[in-house]
């Protein structure tokens, strides 16, 4: 008699999401293409919320609806300084528009990760602890840096007054609430050789 053998489907486990978040200025943007290039894929957030908006005809009627049609030019595009400017002292509103937004991305994240080979992936977003993403993730990775600094970076980049850069940090998380809530943090204080050197020393620390 031939004799059966029942095969057990092996499955690979999920990847471990590390959570990558930091204030602007703070030099997170910078740690994601050091951690590509160590060979870790990043999702990156932000940049996916800004191509959602426009592609997600669902999510356009429903941003249309609380913020008004201008809140897309004329060419159909998502206008964000129209939006930054109606949402930045509007808490409730700014709160109604994450709401629309987030579950979006947290969907097409979802998509993107099943996709993953590697052991290990990070998830870059600047709300990772405003919106508790953290809790979804298996460590969080924080960037940051001191005030001063990166209020210089801010202004030297985007051309942007102390005091516009400072009513936008006023509006984030504290730095010294996030070193708190975080798992690993990256000091950027001083010379991209050595930001580069912390990240490879954290994020292959990481177990």
Known sequence: M???????????????????TGGIGSGKTTVAHF????????????????AIVNENEDLKAKIKG?????????KGLYDRKFVAEKVFNNKE???ELNEIIHPAVRIDFEEWLKKQTK???????ALLF?????????????????DNIRTKRVMDRDGKTYREVE???????????????A??????????EDLKEQTERIIFSIE
């Open 183 to 192: 798992d690993c943090i990256i000091h950027n204080n001083t010379t991209l």
């Open 66 to 74: 609380l913020l008004g049609d201008e809140a897309y030019d004329a």
């Open 167 to 181: 009513s936008v940090m006023e509006k984030q998380m504290s730095e010294k609430d996030k070193i708190k809530l």
């Open 2 to 20: 031939e004799e059966l053998h029942s095969e057990t489907q092996k499955t690979e486990p999920e990847p471990k999401v590390i959570g990558l």
């Open 130 to 146: 405003e919106l508790k993403l953290n809790k979804q993730c298996y460590k969080s990775l924080l960037v940051t840096a001191e």
């Open 119 to 125: 052991y290990m992936v990070f998830k870059e977003t």
């Open 93 to 95: 509103q700014l709160h």
């Open 35 to 50: 951690i590509e290039d160590f060979g870790f894929p990043v999702y990156y957030s932000d940049d996916r919320a800004k």
